[in-house]
């Protein structure tokens, strides 16, 4: 009996909790959990935006280093390009594409075989060269016509670099894409602000400075998406620039025809729409307007 009794006593002193307790403890545990899901997405958010700016760096350092260098060989470049657009002062829109045009599209198949110099070569168009069709640019190389014209290059690009899993074929529709819109531009000199006229020796050095001396600025926005079918740019929004010193020759990206046997370069072609910089070439070319 006695046996009995302590053990009783025992159990007694080892009860559980009670319902409030348990109550309070639930009630502890939800509001904790509530704050992490609350602050869950916005991780989730600042990790996206983190990761989409690190392939925004990464790509902008390799698409700036490709067109200063005059890049031919990057073929693989047709992978990441959706389209090529370039409209001019007239309000004349071509579009360039990595795939086949077939009847009644509005695009331009990109070079077989040399589509990633002609990526290259179009986005390293300047913005003030006297494009009068979609192959034919005139009066190149020039300083200034003065008649206003501006080429307006963007892209829609699938990042280079990133996850591999957005390079396959099936996630190329969801995978992060970028607007990249290039402006090549000769550097501002002397003759931008004052009036050269009569000092041949001034108007001499600044024609030469102005074939020889280029700014390039590429713009980054991301995402892209479509909206009402039509290509749109996100909130975000970096700048690249740099000043390149060298020649900005149009090459012809016809494989039918020989290789410069001095260069090993495509032939040179001032109607070209194909642009690529020669860096430490300071040569002033054969054909200049006002020479």
């Not at 700016?53 to 790509?59: A, L, S, V, Y």
Request: proline share 5%.
């Amino acid at each position: 009996m006695k046996l009995r009794n302590n053990k009783a006593a025992y159990l007694r002193g080892r009860g559980g909790f009670t319902m409030v307790e348990l109550a309070i403890c639930l009630g502890i545990i939800a509001f904790a959990l509530v704050a992490i899901i609350g602050v869950l997405p916005i991780g989730i958010n600042v990790q996206k935006d983190n990761r989409e700016e690190t392939i925004i760096n990464q790509d902008g350092m390799y698409w700036m280093e490709a067109i200063r260098s005059g890049a031919t060989g990057i073929n693989d470049l047709a992978d990441h390009i959706t389209f090529i657009e370039i409209r001019n002062s007239n309000s004349q829109v071509y579009r360039w594409e990595p795939v086949p045009a077939g009847a009644g599209d509005s695009h331009m198949e990109l070079p077989r075989g040399v589509q990633g110099a002609a990526i290259i070569g179009l986005l390293s168009m300047p913005v003030h060269a006297d494009l009068v069709g979609p192959v034919t640019v005139r009066n190149w190389p020039q300083v200034d016509t003065q008649y206003g014209e501006y080429n307006l290059i963007r892209a829609k690009v699938r990042a280079i670099s990133g996850s591999a899993v957005d390079k396959g074929e099936a996630a190329k529709e969801m995978a992060f894409s970028y607007r990249l819109t290039s402006e090549v531009r000769p550097i501002r000199t002397a003759g931008d602000w004052g009036n050269l006229t009569g000092n041949k020796l001034a108007l001499d050095a600044n024609r030469f400075r102005k074939l020889n001396f280029y700014e390039i600025k590429l713009t980054f926005q991301w995402p892209e998406y479509i909206f009402g079918g039509e290509e749109h740019p996100g909130p975000n929004k970096k700048v690249f620039r740099t000043v390149v010193a060298g020649r900005l020759v149009n090459r012809n990206l016809n494989l039918l025809n020989p290789l410069d046997t001095a260069t090993g370069q495509f032939q040179e072609d001032v109607t070209s729409p194909f642009f690529f910089f020669e860096p430490n070439k300071f040569s002033v070319p054969k054909v200049a307007r006002g020479q």
